[in-house]
């Protein structure tokens, strides 16, 4: 049991939408980081989130945004849905410095049609 | 640049060993890791090991580390059907930023 939780488990919108993705880290855990899993691909980096700023980022444009919150937790914003956004969105937490303690959350299945 | 590469498909008799491979291209790397993934779930840390490690075994995993060749492999000792699941290797960098390979499916026959 890891602890991270994410909500909702699955979710369908169509092109143009905006939708926003939740996470629970850990307890004690101060990092959130988010990755898209497509169909058949390994995960793939979002952005991180520490002390409530982003502390880094991979290959996805501004459309893709976060927050976290004071109490750790997380949430990822898509706007201008496209088709190929349709992905496993999966958070994952950490110690900041302690990559070794990064424990993934279930996943939130989100279809775009 | 940021690259794992895995085979995708390894198929095991049950008791047998399982071995999947798996190069990285990023000298920096400070930790590697396996994850397993099973149909319809998120991931799940197997075993990690740190880059100046060459060797990690946790019960039937065995990690080994070859730093010079950039490989890294993962043994499961005797094989079982719950052992059935996508892994994948990873490396992680700056920030604690994880690159996943594309992951191998490990079917296991009886």
């Known amino acids: 049991e890891t602890g991270v939780t994410q909500s909702p488990t699955h979710l369908i919108k169509t092109r143009g939408q905006q939708v926003t993705l939740r996470c629970s880290s850990q307890?004690?855990?101060?990092?959130v980081s988010w990755y898209q899993q497509a169909l058949g691909q390994g995960p793939q980096f979002i952005f991180q989130?520490?002390?409530?700023?982003?502390?880094g980022r991979g290959n996805f444009p501004p459309r893709f945004s976060g927050l976290q919150f004071p109490n750790y937790s997380s949430e990822l914003n898509v706007n201008a849905l496209e088709l190929d956004d349709s992905a496993l969105y999966l958070c994952?937490?950490?110690?900041?410095?302690?990559?070794?303690?990064?424990?993934f959350g279930p996943g939130t299945r989100l279809l775009v049609l | 640049g940021e690259d794992v590469e895995q085979s995708l498909f390894l198929s095991v008799r049950e008791g047998d060993s399982s071995v999947i491979n798996c190069t990285y291209t990023?000298?920096?790397?400070?930790?590697l890791y396996w994850y397993k993934q099973e149909p319809g779930a998120g991931l799940q840390l197997l075993t990690y090991?740190?880059?100046?490690?060459d060797m990690k075994q946790d019960q039937r995993l065995t990690v080994l580390l070859n730093k010079k060749d950039k490989h890294l492999s993962l043994r499961i000792a005797d094989t079982q059907t719950g052992d059935s699941a996508i892994y994948f290797c990873?490396?992680?960098?700056?920030?604690?930023?994880?690159?996943f390979g594309k992951g191998t499916r490990l079917h296991i026959l009886p």
């Open positions: 090991i740190f880059s100046n490690m």
């Open positions: 994952a937490s950490s110690l900041v410095g302690e990559g070794e303690t990064q424990y």
């Open positions: 990873a490396e992680s960098i700056m920030n604690d930023k994880i690159i």
């Open positions: 989130y520490y002390r409530e700023e982003e502390n």
């Open positions: 990023d000298s920096s790397s400070t930790y």
């Open positions: 307890s004690g855990h101060n990092t």
